[in-house]
């Protein structure tokens, strides 16, 4: 693969996130309504309290997120990163359109929340352990890591990071603790335009760019996708893998700390 080099961000993910399927999940009720009694009723300020009865019903209890409904996982997601995230789905910049379900959603959510209760979610957000993909969430079948360790290294580390733990100089968030299906969605998302290209979203038309420039086809993304897997622990009670040949933690066994 030739690429042109420039330092361009990677995968600008985080809250919400539609996936375009022949048949969407249907949302759950109470995200369709963003004044839904879960929302109206929450009066708490306690960050806790207000992620177990508004959020965790699409993003899971333990903010894993829920492949039926196409929600990423979040927990341990930066502060800063979930912030600005926030301020996109209240600002316009994300979930503007009814027909892209999740998004939609998120946005009606964020708007419905005071903003002291926004701060006090992405508090305890920030502070959940970050739940490793495990299973489907890590699947990514028919794809070469090591093709895609070469994408990854050109085009995403700079901004990253080497072991894709995030920066938030260039506002990158980190990409381990995703699921493989999400990350795959959002890059083909970023491609198509459905994300990143409201004006003022700096590091989305960031996104666009690479991803209309630097990715060929679908293997390719499929691949960049499976080698950030590998970034990841290995799930516990499962056998540490050997990484891929020329990565950073190619002698590095990685477990799960409980």
């Not at 375009?20 to 929302?39: F, G, R």
């Not at 929450?42 to 019903?57: E, N, P, R, S, Y």
């Not at 990423?72 to 912030?83: E, H, L, Q, R």
């Not at 198509?192 to 209309?212: E, F, L």
């Amino acid at each position: 693969m030739n690429f042109i080099r420039q330092p361009l961000a990677l995968l600008i993910l985080g809250l919400g996130g539609a996936v375009s399927h022949a048949a969407d999940p249907v949302p759950p009720a109470h995200a369709v309504d963003p004044v839904h009694p879960a929302i109206a009723a929450t009066k708490a300020m306690d960050g806790k309290a207000i992620f177990q009865a508004v959020c965790a019903h699409c993003h899971g209890a333990n903010g894993e997120g829920k492949i039926e409904l196409k929600t990423p996982s979040i927990a341990g997601m930066p502060s800063w990163y979930v912030t600005t995230q926030f301020a996109n789905f209240r600002e316009g910049r994300r979930g503007q359109n009814a027909a892209d379900p999740q998004p939609f959603m998120m946005a009606g959510i964020a708007k419905a929340l005071q903003p002291e209760q926004v701060k006090a979610v992405i508090t305890h957000v920030e502070k959940m352990p970050v739940v490793v993909p495990t299973g489907k969430d890590r699947e990514m079948a028919g794809t070469d890591p090591k093709e895609g360790m070469q994408l990854f290294q050109e085009r995403c580390m700079e901004c990253h990071r080497y072991n894709a733990s995030g920066e938030m100089a260039f506002g990158s968030p980190p990409l381990t603790g995703r699921q493989a299906w999400y990350l795959e969605e959002q890059l083909k998302r970023f491609k198509s335009g459905k994300r990143g290209a409201i004006k003022n979203d700096v590091n989305g038309a960031k996104m666009v760019q690479m991803t209309s420039l630097f990715i060929e086809d679908e293997q390719m993304l499929r691949n960049v996708v499976a080698y950030i897997m590998t970034l990841n622990p290995e799930p516990a009670n499962e056998p540490s893998k050997q990484a891929v040949e020329g990565s950073p933690f190619k002698d590095d066994v990685r477990t799960v700390e409980r």
